[in-house]
Structures are given as structure tokens and as C-alpha cells.
């Protein structure tokens, strides 16, 4: 039996082993994914028997998406312009760094198949960068990163070449792609909160919500009452998955049976 897992600190809950549990069992194959909780100080560790067991390939999430980088062989071209990797694989005796983050959040974008002159990015964490890479690769011509704290927007717009906007500034200019990558909205005590005033959204515009939990959170309601088309992050989540399955195993999973898993999985 071939080991894949996911590995981050807290680990708290994750869909990934329902995924992918259930990917393995529609194409017949003979493996197993495990939730494995690593503390930073036990990564070292935990690479080393990545090797020597070896396990056939990783998800990777917070803190190691930047920590795991040195252990790699090789890092693809994506996953070297996001400075962070989700997702590990074999390349023959390669061990090597991939970012399907970027590939979940640009293919909801690509379904929509209609181009977006401008997008804002909310946020300047991690998910930040992955969605400023997408929307690099997506050619939209004008970019820009808006964040609380304003010294992480300038360095990550330096880095990707995008704008820096005032935190206070971001609903001045008119956007036709706004992207939430701050926890505002996320289930819990942040539940109420939106990262955008719901009177200043241009009908033409899309948002699109990192948080998938809830499914529809206050800024995409509002989003929508405003007529916007909205995205929610579970697309993402699936669709990151989806390229991992793909990677490991070089299978298509079935899109719709994914998604209603993922949904049912959510509910319960
Ligand atoms: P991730 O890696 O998931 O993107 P992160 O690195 O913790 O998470 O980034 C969270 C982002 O959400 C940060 O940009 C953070 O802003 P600061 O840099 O000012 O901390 C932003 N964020 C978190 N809570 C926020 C809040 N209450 N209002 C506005 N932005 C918030």
C-alpha cells in the first residue's frame, strides 16, 4: 500500500483525507492518506522518513509551506515565483515542491472564461501570494494588494510586481475581480465581519472568497444582493485538491462527485 498524507501544525480539522481517501477508492488504487499533526520543531524529522519510507507524496500547509522548501530536490517554476509549495511529489528519485493553491484558486476564474481588466487582492499572507501568482497567470492587466498592516502589501506588490493600495483606499477604485484572503467572515468570532463595505461592490465585478467555511460568507451574501457573480472558496479547495490527485496519481477525479462530497463533508 502506497502512503500519501498531509502534514501542518495545528492541523485542526482538514477535508484532504476525505478527498483523497475517496479518490483512491474510485480509481481503484491501493493507498492511504493520513492527517499527520507536525510541530515545526519535528519537520527535519518528518522529512527524513519521507525519504526513507517513503511516503509517495504530501500535502502541505501551515506553518511549512516556506520551512519545507530547503528539505526539496527541486522546486516547480509556480511554486518558485509563490516562494511557498502545498503539495510534495516523486519525480523519479526527486523529491519535489509544487503549489496547486495557485492552480484551485486561477480554475473557478478560467471557468468563469471572461476577462478581468483589474483585481485586488485582500490580504498579504500566504494565500495573498498564491492569488497575486494566479492572477499573474491569469495576464490580468492591473493588480493590486490592499492590507491592514501596509508594510506586508508593499513588499508582496514589489515582489509581484503589482500595486500597493491604501488599506483605507481599497473600494476608491472600481475592481472587476475582488479577492478575500484575510480570515474576515471565517466561522467563529470573525463570522459577521466582511472586508468590504456590501454598498460599494460594482455589479460587474466578481468576488471571490478564500474562506470556505461558511460556504457563504457575509462578503459573498453581499457580493451577490449587489449582483456580482462570487466564488467561494470551496472551489478552491477543490480544485487545489483535485491538481494534487492529478499529480499523484495522473487520474481526473470526477469533478460534481468531489464537490458534493466536499459539500456533505462541510455540513456534517
Ligand atoms: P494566510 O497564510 O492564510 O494568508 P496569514 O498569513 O495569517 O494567513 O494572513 C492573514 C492576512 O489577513 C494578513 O494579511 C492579515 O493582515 P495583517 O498583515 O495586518 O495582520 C489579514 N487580517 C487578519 N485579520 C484581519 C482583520 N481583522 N482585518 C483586516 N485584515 C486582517
Not at 502545498?86 to 476577462?115: F, S
Not at 467561494?232 to 491538481?243: K, N, P, R, T
Request: hydrophobic content about 45%; aromatic content about 8%; some cysteine.
Amino acid at each position: 500500500m502506497e502512503n500519501y498524507g498531509i502534514i501542518g501544525w495545528p492541523l485542526g480539522h482538514t477535508m484532504s483525507p476525505t478527498l483523497h481517501n475517496w479518490g483512491f477508492g474510485r480509481h481503484g488504487i491501493d493507498a492511504d492518506y493520513t492527517a499527520w499533526p507536525v510541530a515545526p520543531e519535528a519537520l527535519s524529522r518528518f522529512m527524513d522518513r519521507v525519504r526513507a519510507q517513503p511516503i509517495s507524496g504530501l500535502s502541505v500547509t501551515i506553518p511549512h509551506k516556506r520551512t519545507v522548501i530547503p528539505f526539496l530536490d527541486r522546486l516547480t517554476r509556480r511554486a518558485e515565483t509563490v516562494g511557498a509549495v502545498n503539495t510534495l511529489y516523486w519525480d523519479g528519485d526527486a523529491l519535489c515542491g509544487e503549489n496547486t493553491d495557485v492552480l484551485g484558486l486561477v480554475a473557478p476564474l478560467k471557468a468563469l472564461d471572461r476577462p478581468f481588466s483589474s483585481a485586488i487582492v485582500l490580504g498579504a499572507g500566504g494565500a495573498a501570494r498564491a492569488a497575486l501568482a494566479g492572477f499573474r497567470e491569469l495576464g490580468i492587466p492591473r493588480i493590486a494588494v490592499a492590507n491592514r498592516t501596509r508594510a506586508k502589501a508593499t513588499s508582496l506588490a514589489d515582489e509581484f510586481g503589482a500595486e500597493c493600495m491604501d488599506w483605507d483606499a481599497r473600494m476608491e477604485a472600481e475592481w472587476g475581480l475582488v479577492c478575500n484572503t484575510t480570515p474576515l467572515g471565517m466561522s467563529g468570532d470573525l463570522a459577521g465581519e466582511t472586508p468590504w463595505d456590501g454598498r460599494r461592490f460594482h455589479p460587474d465585478a466578481v468576488a471571490y472568497d478564500i474562506v470556505y467555511n461558511p460556504l457563504e460568507t457575509r462578503f459573498l451574501r453581499e457580493a451577490d444582493a449587489a449582483g456580482c457573480a462570487t466564488v467561494s472558496g470551496l472551489e478552491m479547495f477543490l480544485h487545489q485538491g483535485l491538481a494534487q490527485f492529478r499529480l499523484w496519481t495522473g487520474h481526473d477525479l470526477d469533478e460534481d462527485g468531489a464537490r458534493n462530497l466536499l459539500l456533505d463533508a462541510l455540513k456534517a
